[in-house]
């Protein structure tokens, strides 16, 4: 069991790691991995964008410069006191606090879903991506972000005890559990060595 | 919060519409208020301007 399953426990541990989030994650996630994400979504200017986990808000800053419609939700005040900071509080971005798996929105109200450094922190990320499919409308898609399982004996034995690392096979199951279609990955990575992410995007069905 | 956002937002419990109690506001933006559930009768309060739609049971950081 990981140590980051207790969501009580993960809020206290990102109590801490707030204030030095923007260094720290499990795997190396720079501006250029995020713009190449931002990219292969089609966002348009008058789509509504959710940023779920949106934390200090660094993607959150790359989807601004798709859409104004982008609303963050996290579970932590404290990151994102940092976010505020950046957007404000109440202008450039609608905030909210909430939980991945039970999502205070209602049915179909977003055209893109964005989810990067979050999923490896969610107890039970099937019931997440369920949730996902539900408030993103039909045909539309999702982007989710997480840190690649590791080939190496060791760093798979830290990886296992601190959070979900999860590869290409194993994002397929879950996100087609979870009732997506047209699942595509996409491993990206800073440089030779450094660890690496997963990037999955995947389409609710159609009506 | 902006009022126009009752359109999008439920409760994470069971999904239902929110009714909206407004305590204070700046302008269109909610500083403080409550936001209820008429069907489980939860509330979720507007703190500083930002909705908390956290379950009550991941609402326990007193000092938070």
């Known amino acids: 069991m990981g140590v980051l399953e207790n969501k009580a426990r993960a809020r206290l541990f990102y109590k801490y790691l707030s204030k030095v989030y923007d260094t720290i994650n499990p795997f190396i996630w720079n501006d250029e991995m995020r713009d190449e994400a931002l990219e292969l979504l089609d966002i348009q200017p008058d789509d509504q964008v959710l940023d779920v986990g949106c934390g200090t808000g660094f993607a959150t800053q790359g989807l601004l410069q798709y859409t104004e419609n982008v609303h963050g939700l996290d579970q932590s005040i404290h990151q994102?006191?940092?976010?505020?900071?950046?957007?404000?509080?109440?202008?450039?971005?609608?905030?909210?606090?909430?939980?991945?798996?039970?999502?205070?929105?209602?049915?179909?109200?977003?055209?893109?879903?964005?989810?990067?450094?979050?999923?490896?922190?969610?107890?039970?990320p099937v019931d997440a991506l369920v949730e996902f499919r539900r408030v993103v409308k039909p045909g539309h898609n999702v982007l989710v972000v997480g840190p690649d399982y590791p080939r190496t004996t060791a760093m798979q034995k830290v990886a296992d005890s601190i959070m979900l690392f999860y590869d290409a096979e194993e994002a397929d199951r879950m996100f087609e559990e979870a009732g997506f279609v047209d699942i595509e990955h996409h491993i990206q990575q800073a440089y030779p060595g450094s660890p690496k992410a997963i990037t999955t995007i995947a389409r609710a069905p159609d009506e | 919060m902006k009022e126009s956002l009752l359109d999008i937002i439920c409760c994470p419990i069971d999904k239902h519409d929110l009714e909206l109690e407004v305590d204070e506001k700046d302008g269109d933006e909610i500083i403080s208020g409550t936001l209820t559930c008429p069907e489980c009768g939860e509330t979720y309060p507007i703190e500083d301007g930002i909705p908390n739609l956290l379950p009550p049971d991941m609402r326990d950081e007193v000092t938070a």
């Open chain 1, 80 to 124: 994102m006191q940092k976010a505020f900071k950046k957007f404000g509080k109440n202008d450039q971005v609608r905030f909210y606090r909430g939980d991945a798996e039970r999502l205070p929105f209602k049915d179909n109200s977003f055209d893109v879903i964005w989810s990067s450094g979050s999923i490896e922190y969610w107890p039970s």
